[in-house]
């Protein structure tokens, strides 16, 4: 039997979702209140239009909050919730993200 290329993917996912949400055994930051509706507390988008963040580098997710902050970077969502973000809450949503930690196993 054969299985195709998006059972894979749909696999991989699902086995990622349950080694993401185990690992976190620390209490996420308040910050993440606002993050998990799309993001997920696990860093696993839980709508199809927001990206997986869990396990991502630190520096790149708080780059990417501060360019929503200033405007240099833009989203109807994102650049709302960025408005009001403190440096703090900065650091910590990308401190916990990517505190997460990810593992895939390729098909045998």
């Known amino acids: 039997m054969r299985i ?7 696999l991989a996912a699902a086995f990622v979702g349950l080694t993401a949400a185990t690992t976190a055994s620390a209490e996420p930051p308040e910050i993440i209140d606002q993050c998990k509706t799309c993001h997920g507390v696990n860093g696993l988008a839980r709508i ?7 396990g991502t580098s630190r520096g ?3 780059q990417q909050l501060k360019d929503y902050k200033s405007g240099k970077r833009a989203h109807e969502v994102m650049s709302v919730i960025a408005e009001d973000l403190t440096r703090d809450d900065m650091k910590a949503a990308a401190k916990w993200y990517s505190s997460l930690k990810i593992t895939v196993e390729l098909p045998e």
Request: aromatic content about 12%; overall charge negative; hydrophobic content about 60%.
């Open 48 to 54: 199809p239009t927001a990206p997986h963040i869990a």
């Open 4 to 10: 195709s290329a998006v059972a894979w993917l749909a």
């Open 60 to 62: 790149y997710l708080e």
